[in-house]
């Protein structure tokens, strides 16, 4: 079992930065592949970010490739998400999400790999 807890959204303007943060609790972080998935009002949950257990592979939806880095402490069983340059269209309710094993890089993207949900946090980006 893996519990998870973020924070850090807010209400910022175009351009600013946000750092979310994911406490993991559980014995399965060190060894879980960790992702961050938005949703927007009215829209469908969306592939944001996502890093191997190890830490060493990445990736990320085409929507913030250059702006969004995410990074894990797996000594402090935290997962974090650091966003720049913000816009509007990232307005959303971001999910941290485990997925315990192994698994290739291409279907990090895939909601159904991750076992584990967080409750949310709010991102507002206002214009």
């Known amino acids: 079992q893996v519990q998870l807890v973020e924070s850090g959204g807010g209400l910022v303007q175009a351009g600013a930065s946000l750092r979310l943060s994911c406490a993991a609790s559980?014995?399965?972080?060190?060894?879980?592949?960790m992702g961050w998935f938005r949703q927007a009002p009215g829209k469908e949950r969306e592939f944001v970010a996502a890093?191997?257990?190890?830490?060493?592979?990445?990736y990320y939806g085409d929507s913030v490739k250059g702006r969004f880095t995410i990074s894990r402490d797996n000594a402090k069983n935290t997962v974090d998400l650091q966003m720049n340059s913000l816009k509007p269209e990232d307005t959303a309710v971001y999910y941290c999400?485990?997925?315990?094993?192994?698994?290739?890089?291409?279907?990090?993207?895939?909601?159904?790999?991750?076992?584990?949900w967080g409750q949310g946090t709010q991102v507002t980006v206002s214009s």
């Open positions: 890093i191997s257990w190890s830490g060493t592979t990445t």
């Open positions: 999400a485990a997925a315990p094993g192994t698994y290739p890089t291409s279907i990090y993207g895939t909601s159904g790999v991750y076992n584990f």
């Open positions: 559980g014995r399965t972080f060190s060894s879980s592949a």
